[in-house]
DNA sequence: AGGGTACTTTGACCGAAATCAAATGGAAAC
DNA sequence: GTTTCCATTTGATTTCGGTCAAAGTACCCT
């Protein structure tokens, strides 16, 4: 499949994330300069994008499909530390070498800038630093919010905070408000969700079943999960019920 | 005691955490106009900064002592989810509510700013919010590694993980390199730890006697600690030995 | 010096999740 | 259609850290 295949969009204009990447504020002429020094890539399922340690020579935004940002120790070990959505944004300005490894989780479009270019831009135009900063503060916010599951939940409350996670960033993707029940199809084999949960993948099995015997979740597949009520999901997740409002 | 007690220096120029906060990269002029919005605040060991939830009027910088950021569960399940040092920053511009509990862990002095003309000098003063954008990606980098520690390490490998983290910003403090035995005293209770390293109070001072027992460290009172071989007790970390480099 | 308080250690026991192992299911390949 | 290869589920057992309980220790305040 070609580039121009995947996407109907060449301009920035017509971009998916236009509103929510890392140029969501850039007026039309920042938007032109920064038109010329971009590139895509597409990455597919599976393929690591940036290995750890390397030198990072682009930095750019996930256009369509996830990727995640993983840490290994010697031993094998691993913790995902990150989940890139669409819109989300990879690398570091003013970082050589990657501290992660970044993998393609799904088939991956991304809109790369060279990283010299890109931090000239930076210092010419507030309006993409003012963003980053932005976007950066939300990434550490989502940091510490799994930092409390890490550190303090259970399996059981640790799946549903996964799913509530997901199923809240594909409700706000498809603007379908939260109210009836939500269908969403996982994007993560249940080894990625215990990498992501600091879980093992028979502990992610059996405490998906146990959600689903107790009908908090539904599965029509292993992967399509249907909510029946979000308000029961997120009392699961031990979390705020009332606090479901989307960001 | 008064403010003036606790300092010996009121303009920026003499100010310890001058080449670090987030007023390190600002020329003289800059650092005028900043002087001018400043004011000292100081908090007890013990004291809440700011609640979460409440509406934050001012940001700032630690200037002495230690403040931790916690998230809490309804159950009172909690979780710290930061540890702010001399230079760290808190608040979040753009923000109205605090995402998190601040508190001051140890007696704790404060440079602040009121909110709003420090968000229109960081639109006036690049310097600024360039600087806010590299502590906030550290800050992020710190989490992240964190969430390694809370999702895969073991309870010893956690208690060696903290106290490798102290033991290299106290070297990092006193410029003291990194040969030798190291020595330093430990700013949390076993509970702060406990809630820092999502373990019960009881396992980190059972695992702090093993560690004792094992010789990796040395406790000369319950606070004071020596480590006479960071290689090992970085070995005990379950980190790679060899990066044993400050920042 | 004594008594209170907060912090810390240690012990006995229990349980949630990990580990080890095998079976099942489902989709692509032949 | 059936073989192959993964992903997933389920079961049996173990283990690490949690829970409950009781001392021990250091510091502060009269």
């Known amino acids: ?9 060449t301009n920035c204009g017509e971009c998916p994330i236009r509103h929510r990447a890392v140029c969501a504020h850039c007026e039309r002429d920042e938007l032109e300069e920064l038109e010329n020094i971009k590139y895509y890539r597409s990455f597919e399922a599976g393929q690591t994008i940036i290995w750890s340690g390397d030198p990072m020579n682009f930095v750019g935004s996930v256009v369509s499909g996830i990727a995640s940002l993983t840490q290994t120790m010697e031993d094998g070990r691993t913790q995902m530390v990150g989940l890139l959505l669409p819109s989300d944004f990879v690398g570091r300005p003013g970082r050589e070498n990657a501290p992660y490894d970044v993998v393609a989780t799904t088939d991956l479009v991304m809109c790369c800038f060279r990283k010299k270019p890109f931090e000239d831009m930076m210092v010419t135009t507030p309006h993409i630093a003012q963003r980053l900063l932005q976007m950066t503060l939300d990434e550490l916010d ?12 259970t399996a059981r409350e640790k799946i549903a905070s996964l799913l509530s996670i997901i199923a809240r960033r594909d409700a706000s993707l498809h603007q379908s408000g939260m109210v009836g029940p939500i269908v969403f199809d996982l994007p993560l084999t249940r080894e990625a ?39 029961r999901l997120m009392e699961e997740a031990g979390d705020d019920t009332d606090g479901g409002f989307l960001v």
Request: overall charge positive; proline content about 2%.
């Open 1 to 9: 499949m070609t580039l121009k295949a995947q996407f109907d969009h």
């Open 142 to 153: 989502a940091a510490r919010e799994w930092m409390l599951v890490l550190g303090r939940k």
């Open 193 to 231: 969700m215990a990498d992501y949960l600091g879980l093992t993948l028979e502990t992610v099995s059996r405490q998906i079943s146990a959600l689903k015997k107790d009908q908090v979740i539904t599965l029509e597949s292993k992967r399509h999960v249907t909510i029946p009520d979000m308000g």
